[in-house]
T-cell receptor, first 112, second 113 residues
Framework: DADVTQTPRNRITKTGKRIMLECSQTKGHDRMYWYRQDPGLGLRLIYYSFDVKDINKGEISDGYSVSRQAQAKFSLSLESAIPNQTALYFC???????????FGPGTRLTVL | AQSVTQPDIHITVSEGASLELRCNYSYGATPYLFWYVQSPGQGLQLLLKYFSGDTLVQGIKGFEAEFKRSQSSFNLRKPSVHWSDAAEYFC???????????FGTGTSLTVIP
């Protein structure tokens, strides 16, 4: 089984809809991250969480919110989706010490 | 502010040829440095990382990278490219305080027979 899983893998939605992307991990890491990937822009950090009670905004948090339900679960929400949020979204995990981040397979979101 | 530059958006090489992908960073101290590979439709996989010590690091799939402090660079190399190396490659910089990464915009590699 994969260490970092994301659901759904693909989602098409309409402008104004609320969307939740979910991430689960079995690596036992405290730190979890949400990134979005756009062609030519690389990966940009949306939110990150160092533990269940510690959530921080990243580079591009506007229009997004997150919830850390447990050490192993970190959800990303788009309260009112807009077309420019169409992107590939990645969840990642990491240990407390600065170390490798482990990525999920990604969720491709299309907002029409 | 930290930044990561990958000056080559796209590179094409012949199978069996050598490869070098460039990465430059801007950071006030010695960062943690990473190279990730993303195959089509896949997530990111770590190729190698540099934290300290020997500035030439070996990774998976025959890749290596060299940290050059004087040039603020961490270029990725492979002596002989295989067709399966065709993918997108990302350089990333991590801060030594806090666990945040900054990614470059990626280099797309095409391998021709």
């Amino acid at each position: 089984d994969a260490d970092v899983t994301q659901t759904p893998r693909n989602r098409i939605t309409k402008t104004g809809k609320r969307i939740m992307l979910e991430c689960s991990q079995t690596k036992g890491h405290d730190r979890m991250y949400w990134y979005r990937q756009d062609p030519g822009l690389g990966l940009r950090l949306i939110y990150y969480s160092f533990d269940v009670k510690d959530i921080n905004k990243g580079e591009i948090s506007d229009g997004y919110s997150v919830s850390r339900q447990a050490q192993a679960k970190f959800s990303l929400s788009l309260e009112s989706a807009i077309p420019n949020q169409t992107a590939l979204y990645f969840c990642a995990t990491g240990r407390e010490s600065t170390d490798t981040q482990y990525f999920g397979p990604g969720t491709r979101l299309t907002v029409l | 502010a930290q930044s990561v530059t990958q000056p080559d958006i796209h590179i094409t090489v012949s199978e069996g040829a050598s490869l070098e992908l460039r990465c430059n960073y801007s950071y006030g101290a010695t960062p943690y440095l990473f190279w990730y590979v993303q195959s089509p439709g896949q997530g990111l996989q770590l190729l190698l990382k540099y934290f300290s010590g020997d500035t030439l690091v070996q990774g998976i799939k025959g890749f290596e990278a060299e940290f050059k402090r004087s040039q603020s660079s961490f270029n990725l190399r492979k002596p002989s490219v295989h067709w399966s190396d065709a993918a997108e490659y990302f350089c990333a910089v991590g801060r030594r305080t806090g666990n945040q990464f900054y990614f470059g915009t990626g280099t797309s590699l095409t391998v021709i027979p």
